[in-house]
């Protein structure tokens, strides 16, 4: 159970991963209900990387800023156990860094979008 972008293991797994349960409403239907965007948003966090380790990452998103969409193996929305989940079609924003430490990047994010998860 490992994350993985278009099926590589990353080569450093992310220290914290995330689902963002904070989707904005559109609004209500007439039975009072909320109305939410079919599409999640996951966010991976490490706090120190390498070049090199970096370079991956980076490559991911150069890959699907051409082809346009990636597949990605998070952990299982929602799921009663803790498995891991193939979501295809998804978008990678562009990496973030921090501060560059002892030859290390810090404070990485990478979030993935347009996840589906029905």
């Given at each position: 159970?490992?994350?993985?972008v278009?099926?590589?293991?990353l080569?450093?797994q992310?220290e914290t991963g995330?689902?963002?349960?904070?989707?904005?409403?559109y609004?209500?239907d007439?039975?009072?209900?909320g109305?939410?965007p079919r599409?999640?948003?996951f966010e991976?966090k490490w706090?120190?990387?390498s070049a090199?380790?970096f370079?991956q990452?980076?490559s991911f998103?150069?890959?699907?800023s051409?082809t346009?969409?990636?597949?990605v193996?998070?952990?299982?929305?929602?799921?009663?156990t803790?498995?891991?989940?193939?979501?295809?079609?998804?978008?990678?924003?562009?990496?973030?860094?921090?501060?560059?430490f002892?030859?290390?990047?810090s404070?990485?994010r990478?979030?993935v979008n347009?996840?589906?998860?029905?």
């Amino acid at each position: 159970m490992t994350y993985k972008v278009n099926g590589t293991d990353l080569i450093l797994q992310p220290e914290t991963g995330q689902w963002n349960a904070q989707r904005s409403s559109y609004g209500t239907d007439g039975g009072g209900h909320g109305i939410f965007p079919r599409a999640h948003t996951f966010e991976l966090k490490w706090g120190f990387m390498s070049a090199s380790e970096f370079s991956q990452l980076y490559s991911f998103y150069l890959t699907t800023s051409v082809t346009g969409t990636a597949t990605v193996d998070l952990p299982e929305y929602g799921a009663a156990t803790y498995q891991f989940r193939s979501y295809s079609g998804t978008i990678l924003q562009e990496p973030e860094i921090g501060n560059f430490f002892e030859g290390y990047y810090s404070d990485v994010r990478l979030i993935v979008n347009k996840i589906i998860t029905e």
